[in-house]
């Protein structure tokens, strides 16, 4: 069995409330607790859900942009929580972030040059010649010309900065890429260029992605995995194309039924939602879900479920686990659960619109 390149376990990022005079902590919000995943060399783990439901702060909490409060993280086998000093910024180059906000990422006072060049001297990487050339390369991957080397981030439309934010990363030649609604603030027009070169990138460099979206659409077509997060938990995952063709979360199943599709088979009745997604300060006992779920049990209030796994698709759910355990079958309990969910909750027409959001 090959190491994965990616192994997060059990993370915790909790951020402390505090209060008076004395600034006493009185709680924490609890951004993310508990959070596992693996990403094997080459491969993409799509992260989705609501906002707020922690995916960023997980991806922050990988890269220790955040520090996390528990857990741990493993990068090409190395302890990245345990790593300081000069072997936390080696490690740093091969881990690099692309920010959702094109406008905010770069600083408006420098040029193209000084952005995509501040990297490679904090990791003292060439000199002065290799390092134009590096940075000339850079932009040519991402499809914009060595002349904009010379320009300011304004000069450019809100694709060509997000370019140049992907630019910035790939000149350090990293490894894995920590992408955070690399697209949501773009035009529409412009988001599937972005996507495609995203694409395009992983298969020229062997790259490995952590793409983090609330678009599960573009999640679904960029990812080899997904895992769907709920109040700083992930409460599904799965191959991305089993996740869409059978999910078994009740959530996963109302994230889906927004997705617009042209498909009529792939058609579902959407499920909205009652209530809005509890604070993390104060997460509910038992399941988190459920005061939002049509189908919760007097169990799921008292008692956390663990996690069911079949054929490698996982799901913390007390009824996906009991409709498992009847049928033996994902497609049958995922069947039977969006039946039970159709009758649990009052139609609300088709999901339309021109994008694949979460609407919940
Ligand atoms: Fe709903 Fe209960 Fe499953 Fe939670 S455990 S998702 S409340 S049915």
Do not use: W
């Not at 741990?72 to 190395?78: E, N, T």
């Not at 603030?185 to 460099?205: G, P």
């Not at 938990?233 to 999910?247: D, F, G, K, M």
């Amino acid at each position: 069995m090959t190491t994965p390149l990616v192994a997060v376990e059990n993370l915790a990022t909790h951020f402390p409330i505090r209060r008076g005079l004395l600034r006493r902590q009185v709680g924490a919000v609890r951004a993310v607790d508990g959070v596992s995943f693996t990403i094997d060399k080459g491969r993409t783990l799509g992260l989705v859900g609501e906002s707020g439901c922690g995916k960023t702060t997980v991806g922050r909490s990988v890269l220790r942009l955040v520090e996390p409060t528990g857990g741990a993280v493993r990068f090409a086998g190395q302890d990245v929580r345990a790593t300081h000093g000069a072997a936390l910024r080696a490690l740093r180059r091969r881990m690099q972030v692309v920010f959702q906000d094109p406008y905010g990422s770069l600083n408006p006072r420098m040029t193209v040059r000084s952005i995509l060049e501040e990297g490679l001297v904090i990791h003292r990487l060439g000199d002065p010649g290799t390092r134009l050339e590096r940075m000339a390369r850079a932009l040519e991957q991402t499809g914009l010309a060595r002349a904009a080397l010379d320009r300011y981030p304004h000069e450019f439309s809100g694709g060509q900065r997000q370019r140049i934010a992907i630019a910035r990363a790939l000149v350090l030649e990293p490894e894995f890429l920590v992408l955070d609604e690399p697209i949501s603030a773009l035009d529409v027009s412009i988001q599937a260029q972005v996507v495609n070169l995203l694409v395009e990138l992983r298969e020229q460099f062997g790259l490995t992605y952590l793409f983090i979206s609330h678009d599960l659409s573009v999640v679904e077509h960029v990812s080899d995995d997904v895992a769907v997060m709920y109040l700083g938990r992930i409460v599904e995952r799965a191959a991305a194309e089993r996740l869409c063709r059978q999910p078994l979360h009740p959530y996963t199943h109302a994230l889906f039924s927004a997705v617009p599709a042209i498909d009529p088979a792939r058609r579902r009745r959407r499920i909205v939602l009652p209530g809005d997604v509890p604070s993390p300060a104060r997460p509910p006992a038992g399941c988190r879900f459920h005061p939002r779920c049509p189908l919760a049990e007097a169990t799921c209030m008292t008692v956390d479920p663990p996690a069911t796994t079949v054929a490698g698709q996982l799901v913390h759910c007390h009824v996906a686990a009991r409709e498992l355990a009847a049928t033996g079958d994902a497609a049958a309990a995922s069947a039977t659960i969006a039946r039970r969910l159709a009758e649990a909750v009052p139609a609300a027409g088709e999901a339309t619109g021109a994008r694949a959001a979460i609407h919940s």
